[in-house]
């Protein structure tokens, strides 16, 4: 089974500055997505950034980028200039990529609070 | 767009009541899931509807949970009897297909925060 491991409970950011998040995943498969969600506290999950496995770039979205270590198995997220709407909390999720019938669920880790001061 | 629409966004019931949430995917999204969120955890992922059809149940505690997805559009997650430890967010979410890798983002709902008292 796949797990997913984010070993920072909580982290904090002076606004402006920069901050990575970590994230760690257990997978025999090779070909799957990574994802990391923010959960503002309305609740609703929005996707910041996806990275899939096969891809040896790393993902960028304006001030998010990951770095991907397929091997060590890593998925960091860094948010560039931090803005306080940043402040929420920060998922990094698994889904695999198999081909026919099954399920294609999103594995979560346990999530990381980001607090950005002002 | 419209986005997954849930509701109630609260509910407050007592231990061995019986509570139902309802969920309305992004219009033509094939596949529906349904999440529990315990407090400091992540979501974990209790149904996941193909149209109509379930395509992984296996988290799902059986002898209380129950969904349904009449007519592959929306969906019902009902509890029977609660218990304490089913207090949580429920999360539904959808997406337009299940696998490959195209339009397989899941989109997720505001969930329904469930508390057992």
């Known amino acids: 089974a796949q797990t997913v491991t984010q070993s920072q409970p909580e982290m904090s950011v002076q606004e402006a500055e920069t901050v990575t998040l970590s994230c760690t995943y257990d997978?025999?498969?090779?070909?799957?997505?990574l994802f990391w969600y923010k959960q503002p506290p309305s609740r609703q999950m929005i996707l910041v950034i996806r990275?899939?496995?096969?891809?040896?770039q790393n993902a960028t979205e304006n001030r998010f980028s990951v770095n991907f270590q397929k091997a060590a198995k890593s998925f960091s997220l860094k948010i560039s200039d931090s803005q306080l709407g940043d402040a929420a909390m920060y998922f990094c999720?698994?889904?695999?990529?198999?081909?026919?019938?099954?399920?294609?669920?999103?594995?979560f880790g346990k999530g990381t609070k980001l607090s950005v001061i002002p | 767009e419209a986005g997954v629409a849930q509701s109630p966004r609260y509910k407050i019931i007592e231990k061995r009541q019986s509570v139902a949430f309802w969920c309305n995917p992004i219009?033509?999204?094939?596949?529906l899931y349904w999440y529990q969120q315990i407090l400091g955890q992540g979501p974990k992922l209790l149904i996941q509807?193909?149209?109509?059809?379930?395509?992984?149940d296996s988290q799902l505690p059986k002898d209380r949970f129950s969904a349904e997805r009449l007519k592959g559009v929306d969906s019902t997650l009902k509890i029977q009897p609660a218990k304490l430890e089913d207090s949580a967010v429920y999360l539904c979410?959808?997406?337009?297909?299940?696998?490959?890798?195209?339009?397989?983002?899941?989109?997720f709902g505001q969930g329904t925060r469930l508390t057992v008292v």
């Open positions: 219009s033509g999204h094939a596949t």
């Open positions: 509807f193909q149209n109509n059809g379930v395509v992984d």
């Open positions: 999720a698994y889904r695999n990529n198999l081909s026919g019938a099954g399920s294609y669920q999103l594995t």
């Open positions: 997978t025999s498969e090779s070909d799957y997505y």
């Open positions: 979410a959808s997406s337009l297909r299940t696998g490959g890798r195209l339009n397989t983002e899941a989109f």
């Open positions: 990275q899939e496995a096969y891809k040896q």
